[in-house]
């Protein structure tokens, strides 16, 4: 596993999906982990997710239909 360094947030994202789509991505991120992790955790763990995430599915489509427990998964690589 990968840990990811959270101090580009959404610069790799950017390359693939739209500034909209990283903002809803994060949002929706937060409202489904913050139950797990904790609001102030979620919100930092989604910034960093995003970027993870966009790096395998291009296709912001096919990122917005990951399970919550895919979605853990690259939510845990950023801790």
Not at 3 to 12: E, L, N, Q
Not at 18 to 24: A, F, H, Q, T, V
Not at 51 to 56: F, R, S
Request: net charge positive; with cysteine; aromatic share 8%.
């Amino acid at each position: 596993m990968i840990a990811v360094s959270c101090k580009t947030v959404g610069r790799i994202a950017a390359k693939y999906w739209l500034n909209r789509e990283i903002k809803e991505f994060v949002s929706n991120c937060e409202n489904k982990a913050g139950s797990i992790v904790g609001k102030d955790n979620a919100h930092k763990y989604c910034d960093c997710a995003v970027d993870v995430v966009a790096e395998q599915y291009h296709n912001y489509q096919d990122a917005k239909k990951i399970s919550l427990i895919e979605l853990l998964d690259f939510v845990n690589r950023c801790k």
